[in-house]
């Protein structure tokens, strides 16, 4: 293969839009383009709104992965007003977080990575697909397509448990500033359990020994889609009176060198992203869309920590607080979530255990702010999440978040540094052209991508959609 470009556009099964140019040279990647061509505009829609607004506006970011966001806005808000969260309100807000994220590993690995190794039906919507490097024995890939199925009701029930505490899924209603808004009464308490112990028994004896199957049988993989050692997670199951400590720590890790979070080092770039103005740290800078950008490639900005370009998601979190011993390579990230599936649904059982039932919400909102400026950070189902804001009598002059997405799939930096997908694709071998959509399809997805909470809103003539929300 002489030396060449290639653009991947769409990159499908994935939350969002995304393309990929690659160069080839001498069958093997030598430079990657990761571009999401989606404008999020939720920095203009939150701006002039009544700052409670944040919970409810910032969920209609992402329908994968909307508590996320209810979740760092309802930190974000404690703060603000001085909230004090009761013992009741930390455990059922964390039954609520775990729901969601099962939900969305359980969908991630069977909707979206499994047909990247397991031959499908030849019927929609698998019509057409391209898997040449199928190696599972008929018997094995049978069994896996029946657990695709199955797998539906396994996430259907994780977002019964949150529905049952947040009044719907996605985009619940309850998990607020100031704890819950719905009472954890016996009956959803059991009711949850009931639903919980179906899930954790598929993950358990289903789910898990599928991902053990394909790291066997792709074990190739674990050398394939390799990126740096720079790991960052923000912490995750938040407790505590004013959200202060995590049950999982926040670290970065730089080689084998692991530091405490430093807010404060955390950048945003816009050399290859389509805006204009300037961006610098999380509270200033002043930036303006700018699609017709020659230099840029992507509506993602390049985020760096410490000035170098961090992975973030469930490898990251669990590599940090020694809950799994790995790689970074593709095969390392999706072991890590399943592995993290297993854990969230036992934290879960406990966590329903100790939950107190009552029939009055766990709820007590202060009514003044006592700060103009915060950032509330979390990890979300694919990494790092950061909201922060200014306001002034309780309007929003600022509101910024980076996401997850954000993270992994940053363009190259003003020093042509690739971000971390970009990094992973960059010397991957394609023994055989027709393998190219394949092996890069296997590492993108790896990273649980969801452009949507990346980048939104352009009309059909390409002008930009100032507050609007469709």
């Not at 990761?34 to 944040?54: C, N």
């Not at 209603?173 to 959803?188: C, I, L, N, R, Y």
């Not at 955390?266 to 204009?276: D, M, R, T």
Request: hydrophobic content about 40%; proline content about 5%; glycine content about 8%.
């Amino acid at each position: 293969m002489s030396r060449k470009k290639i653009i991947f556009s769409p990159v499908t099964r994935l939350s969002g839009i995304l393309s990929v140019k690659v160069t080839i040279d001498d069958n093997r990647v030598v430079d990657a383009d990761a571009s999401s061509t989606m404008f999020r505009g939720f920095e203009w829609i939150m701006k002039d709104r009544q700052i409670t607004d944040a919970v409810y506006m910032t969920q209609r970011v992402c329908g994968i992965c909307s508590l996320a966001h209810g979740a760092t806005g309802s930190y974000l808000l404690d703060e603000l007003y001085g909230n004090q969260i009761s013992e009741n309100a930390q455990y059922l807000r964390n039954i609520m977080y775990g729901a969601d994220f099962l939900q969305n590993h359980i969908r991630q690995i069977y909707f979206f990575s499994l047909p990247d190794y397991v031959k499908m039906p030849n019927q929609p919507p698998f019509h057409g697909q391209n898997l040449l490097d199928a190696r599972l024995s008929p018997r094995d890939n049978q069994r896996l397509v029946d657990n695709y199925f199955k797998s539906i009701k396994a996430g259907q029930q994780s977002h019964q448990i949150l529905a049952l505490f947040g009044g719907k899924a996605p985009h619940q209603h309850s998990f607020v500033h100031g704890g819950v808004a719905v009472a954890p009464t016996v009956d959803k308490i059991n009711t949850a359990l009931a639903l919980l112990a179906q899930v954790k028994e598929f993950v358990s004896e289903t789910m898990l020994p599928d991902v053990k199957l394909i790291s066997r049988v792709y074990s190739d993989y674990f050398k394939i889609g390799v990126t740096p050692r720079r790991l960052l997670s923000f912490g995750l199951w938040r407790f505590g009176e004013n959200n202060e400590k995590y049950l999982w720590k926040g670290r970065a890790l730089n080689g084998n060198r692991l530091t405490e979070v430093d807010i404060n080092l955390i950048n945003e770039g816009i050399v290859n992203s389509w805006f204009e103005g300037e961006a610098d740290n999380i509270y200033n800078g002043k930036l303006e869309p700018e699609p017709l950008k020659e230099s840029a490639y992507s509506w993602v900005k390049t985020v760096k920590y410490q000035g170098e370009q961090f992975e973030t998601g469930p490898l990251a979190r669990l590599i940090i607080n020694r809950l799994y011993k790995g790689g970074t390579s593709t095969m390392d990230r999706i072991m890590a979530r399943a592995i993290e599936t297993l854990l969230i649904t036992e934290l879960m059982e406990e966590w329903l255990s100790k939950l107190k039932p009552s029939n009055k919400a766990p709820i007590i909102q202060n009514k003044v702010p006592i700060k103009e400026q915060v950032i509330a950070t979390t990890d979300a189902m694919r990494g790092g999440l950061l909201h922060s804001t200014k306001i002034r009598d309780e309007e929003v002059l600022k509101y910024n978040i980076i996401t997850p997405t954000v993270w992994n799939f940053s363009p190259k930096d003003d020093y042509g540094n690739l971000g971390p997908v970009e990094n992973a694709m960059v010397g991957t071998e394609i023994p055989y052209p027709g393998d190219l959509y394949t092996i890069l399809g296997r590492i993108i997805r790896s990273f649980d991508p969801c452009m949507s909470c990346a980048t939104h809103v352009l009309d059909v003539a390409g002008n930009i959609k100032d507050k609007v929300v469709f």
